[in-house]
Each structure stands twice: as C-alpha cells, then as structure tokens.
C-alpha cells in the first residue's frame, strides 16, 4: 500500500465509516502526525486498511445490460477470489448514481483496492477524492476515469486501434483503394458520448474512413458524420435500432443501397442488424462492424447478418488486472516491469503517454483487440478457449 497524506478529518471519517459498515475490529492504523495547522491537520497513512488476513478488493463494473460487463464481472471476482482477496462487486445498471453509492459503499467497507469501470468517465471526480482521503488506490478498468489525479493504473486495450480495425475492415473488404470512380453508401453509429473509449473508437474509425469520404468513394446519405450525431446513449441496442430505422425510412426509400454499417460494438451492431433486417429493401448484404464478440452477435456472425466483430480477451484484462492489483497491494509500484515478471503469454505494452484524463497522464497497461470474421472465428475464439460451440451449433463463452 503506498503512503499518501490524507486530510485527518477525512481520514477519520473513513476509519469510523469502516469499522460501522465492516465490523472487523483489530485494524491497526500506523499513522503519522505531519505537522499542520489545527483545521489542516494531515497524516501520512502508510497502511489503513484490514490486517485481518483478506484484503479486500471493490469492483465497480457500470452496467447488467451488456454481456461483457457481466463477464468480466464474473472473470474478476473469480480471479481474485482464487487469489485469497475478498471481493466486493458491484454493477451500476447505466446509472451515475448508483456507481457513486457502490464506491461510496465500498470505502466504507475499508477496501484494499477498488478497480473501477466508469458509466461516466467524468462523473466520479469527487467520490475518487473520498477514495484518495481513505488511501485507497484505484485502477481504471477498461473506460479511464477522467478528471481526477487520484487514478493510478489504468488497463485497457488499445482503443484507438479498435475503431482502425472496423474502418480497415471496411475499406478493405470494399476494395477503397480500386474503387475507380464507384461510390459506396455508408452508416456510422457511434457508441455511448459519456464512456470515454467511444471517442477513440469513432475518431480510429473516422481516421481511417475520411480520405475517402473526402474523395467520394465513400457516402454518408444521412448526413449523419460527426461523433455526436451518431453516437447512442448507454450504447443501447434500442437506441441504435430506433435511429437506423429512421435512417433507412428517410435516406433509403425504394431499393437505394448500402454498404456498411460501421457500428462501434455489437450492441449497437445488433439495434443496427434488426433495423436492416425489418427496413432495408437494398437487395444486398451490408457489411456491419462490431466489438465485445456478444454471443448474439457471434449468433449473426455464423448466420451471415453481421460481417466482423474486434474481439477484446476480457480474461486477459482481468488477468493484467490481478497482476497489477496484487503488486499494488503488497506495496510496489508496478510499471513495465509487470510486464516481464509477469510472463502474460498475450501482447501487453505498457504506456506512459496515450490515455491523459484532464488532470494527468495514466500510466497504462493496454492489450491487442483481434478482428473476428466467419473465417477465423474458430482459430481465434474455439481454438484458443476462449468460447466453445453449444449443442444448437452456436458460440457461448468460457
Ligand atoms: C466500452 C467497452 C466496449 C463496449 C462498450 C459498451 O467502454 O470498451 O468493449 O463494451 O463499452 O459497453
């Protein structure tokens, strides 16, 4: 546990919130005084937390709605229960205020550790303060915590590169770059504007696309380019649905094709698929991207009705995750060398520069997401473990 000064008042509160809300007594706290004025009384609290043999671990995770939230829910507390940690976790249905009372619940409850997937990057500035009075460290999990200097760690995959792969898939499988003087009609739909990976997803898929759009081999008939334009609150599949099918009434009347769909995960893919397979009069297959390999959407994917999806190891996340959890809570301060003792057996780099949240730069451990096709699903998903064929024929995850 690293040393931190925390106001004493705050520290007070926390010590007799824990001993409310956990009960465990025989919680030694080695403090001391750092001379301050009486109002502004600081202490260096070197370890604040239980000695009673389990160290506790808070996982904040943002929502029940999206599959992979409730796996890497799952993945993390089985890690780190194996570990000898106790958990507590906690999913926020979506909503701010229910993520701040499940942090808030878990600083009263001493945690160890808290690791935390925001609903809202920017809306948890002032609980990660009360985080900090308590000395307690935080990893940012997956979506990176914005606005605050009280974040330590944050582990991801690389994002930007997500949204490269769904633009490269597309120009790709579109021949853009012999396109001759064809045009191809095209959709974006964005993901959720308060989770802070939407943009890096969007702006690696735009960055990819807009040479083309600039030259007209690539069209957007609604009009519809910019990041909020097209992006869909909570990453809602209904959302998705509602406003593609809008999109095909209005700019798709008669048999007008189009091309791709460029959705930014298989939520959305998946509103955007029902709309096409309820509204589109095209004739011919859309190319529809995706993220997260959903089972539905793998479902889709088998059955033809969605063409790619970028698949993230959200095991391997976890696993980064334990690694970085335990070193920070046997008192190190991991960085690339991690990496190395850990031996992941998967890409890892460890980054010091991408992910600035507003307040500082977040030293980042940041894995490779993989684009899955019909083509390669066996070889990347079966063959590696990661999910298995279920009696009907379709992918369920290990
Ligand atoms: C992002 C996450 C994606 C996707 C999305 C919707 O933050 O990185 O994998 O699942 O949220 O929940």
């Known amino acids: 546990m690293k040393n931190r000064r925390i106001p004493l008042i705050a520290m007070l509160a926390a010590i007799s919130a824990a001993a409310v809300f956990s009960g465990c007594g025989g919680n030694e706290k080695n403090m001391t005084a750092a001379g301050a004025s009486k109002e502004e009384e600081e202490l260096v609290v070197s370890d604040t ?73 920017s809306s948890l500035t002032k609980v990660l303060k009360e985080a900090e009075a308590a000395a307690i460290p935080v990893i940012s999990y997956d979506r990176l915590l914005r606005d605050s200097p009280y974040v330590d760690y944050y582990v991801s995959f690389d994002n930007y590169r997500v949204g490269t792969l769904q633009g490269e898939f597309i120009r790709d499988a ?30 690696g898929m735009y960055d990819v696309i807009a040479p083309y759009l600039e030259k007209g081999t690539l069209v957007v008939p609604s009009g519809q380019t910019d990041f909020y334009t097209t992006a869909t609150s909570s990453w809602s599949t209904d959302l998705a649905e509602e406003r593609f099918s809008g999109i095909l009434n209005s700019y798709y009347a008669g048999n007008k094709q189009l091309s791709a769909a460029i959705c930014s995960n298989d939520s959305t893919a998946l509103g955007v698929t029902r709309a ?3 509204n589109y009069r095209g004739g011919n297959e859309v190319l529809i991207t995706g993220q997260d390999a959903d089972e539905e959407n793998l479902k889709n994917l088998l059955d033809g009705r969605q063409t790619m999806t970028v698949y993230k190891a959200l095991s391997n996340e976890t696993v980064v995750t334990l690694a970085l959890g335990k070193a920070i809570m046997s008192g190190q301060t991991p960085g690339e060398d991690l990496i190395e003792a850990s031996d992941f057996g998967f890409a ?45 024929g379709y992918l369920r995850a290990n």
């Not at 409730?70 to 089985?78: P, V």
């Not at 992910?355 to 940041?366: A, F, H, K, Q």
């Not at 993989?370 to 279920?390: A, F």
């Open 174 to 203: 579109l021949d853009l770059e012999h396109a001759g003087g064809e045009s191809y009609n095209i959709e974006i739909t964005a993901g959720d504007p308060v989770d802070n990976n939407a943009r890096y997803f969007y702006n």
């Open 276 to 278: 096409i397979t309820d």
């Open 49 to 121: 937390h239980s000695d009673d043999g389990k160290e506790i671990v808070g996982i904040a995770m943002p929502s029940v709605n999206l599959e992979r939230w409730n796996r890497d829910g799952a993945f993390l507390q089985s890690q780190f229960e194996a570990a000898g940690y106790e958990v507590i976790k906690e999913h926020a249905d979506d909503l701010i205020d229910d993520q701040i009372a499940d942090i808030r619940g878990m600083i009263a409850a001493n945690v160890d550790l808290l690791i935390i997937a925001p609903v809202d990057g």
């Open 348 to 392: 890892c780099a460890y980054d010091t520069e991408s992910y600035d949240n507003g307040e500082i730069t977040v030293p980042s451990y940041l894995l490779e997401p993989v684009v899955i096709t019909k083509d390669n699903v066996d070889e990347e998903l079966v063959d590696t473990g990661y999910y298995s064929y279920d009696e009907q």
